[in-house]
């Protein structure tokens, strides 16, 4: 179900239930990261394996002594820049944390969303909200509440309706070495953006199966049908031409009597709407029933950075 009373949502958490929780990247599936019983709701519904630790939603930059310790400067000044907002950080845990929520690692994600019907629901509840992406493993990560209600109807007992992710794309998640930022996970958030706060951080994007943030599998976010990235894409659809294809493109004048179905994801070569509406122009073209979906690889800047890093793991 589908539901816009936020009490009612509280009411659902508080009795160690799970629920779709909107925030400004993609929708969660949420309940109180201090309950055991309630984590291990979320990683059954999403099939996710245990080894894959979950981020903990905190309604203020106050909550974050009580989960995480040691926190380093960068991370004081990336918190004071970007939260709340889309970027994730790996903290020193302290022992309150549940072990489930870290898989055991000696580090907590941690972020503040800037979704206001999240952070509304948030202040309501003395815990923090456990939240991995709302979709079961593997697959497109949810932009609104019906891509939510699409991939668990009612398995899941509620999706807060919260209006489509303004991002669209997940948050960067970023840890500490001494004086150095990493970031393991590309995303809302862009490496320049960053650098311009830290100085140089050093990238370790994972793309192993058994990598340090899991989110980094090499295969991931990926539609059900056959998905291209392709340097070249009018070369590629002449190469497929005999099949029923989809492109997302961001170019306004693309058209081409060989393509089923188009997604313009920016009329005006925005990367910032071209990353708000990619998921959902994805689950779009999955629901076409086409043989293949190609996408031309955007430009290796910027937001661009994070979009291709999810264009290549779906193309997996
Ligand atoms: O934008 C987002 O971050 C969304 C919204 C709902 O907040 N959440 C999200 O969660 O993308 P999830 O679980 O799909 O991706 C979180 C990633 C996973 O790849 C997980 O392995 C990694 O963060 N992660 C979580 N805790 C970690 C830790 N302690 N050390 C290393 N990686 C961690
Ligand atoms: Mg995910």
Do not use: W
Not at 97 to 122: F, N, Q, W, Y
């Amino acid at each position: 179900m589908i539901i816009k009373d936020i009490k009612k949502a509280k009411e659902i958490l508080d009795n160690d239930g799970i629920i779709g929780l909107p925030t400004e990247t993609v929708y969660g599936l949420a309940g109180n990261g201090l309950n055991e019983r309630t984590l291990s709701k979320i990683f059954a519904i999403k099939q996710r394996p245990f080894n894959n630790p979950l981020i903990l939603h905190l309604k203020g930059k106050e909550e974050i002594d009580k989960v995480a310790m040691n926190i380093p400067d960068q991370a004081r000044s990336l918190l004071d820049k970007f939260s709340p907002g889309p970027l994730t950080f790996l903290l020193e845990k302290k022992e309150s944390v549940p072990d489930m929520v870290t898989a055991g690692k000696p580090t907590v994600a941690i972020r503040i969303p800037e979704h206001p019907v999240a952070l509304e629901l948030l202040n309501m509840l003395d815990y923090p909200l456990a939240a991995p992406s709302a979709n079961p493993f593997g697959s497109i990560s949810p932009t609104t509440a019906q891509h939510v209600y699409d991939y668990f109807g009612n398995e899941l007992p509620a999706v807060l309706e919260g209006g489509a992710c303004r991002k669209g794309l997940e948050s960067t998640i970023v840890g500490f070495e001494k004086d150095t930022t990493i970031v393991y996970r590309l995303g809302a958030i862009s490496i320049d953006q960053i650098e311009a706060v830290v100085g140089k951080v050093r990238l370790v994007n994972h793309n192993e199966n058994a990598p340090e943030a899991p989110g980094m599998l090499s295969k991931h976010y990926s539609p059900e049908t056959r998905f291209l990235l392709t340097f070249d894409l009018l070369d590629s659809i002449k190469e497929n031409q005999s099949l029923n294809i989809g492109v997302l493109t961001m170019n306004p004048h693309f058209s081409n009597p060989l393509v089923k179905r188009v997604e313009l994801l920016s009329g005006n070569f925005s990367l910032k709407e071209a990353a708000s509406n990619l998921y959902a122009a994805l689950h779009r073209l999955d629901k076409c029933e086409l043989d293949l979906i190609i996408a031309e690889k955007f430009p290796d800047h910027g937001l661009g950075l994070a979009i291709n890093d999810r264009l290549l793991r779906a193309s997996k």
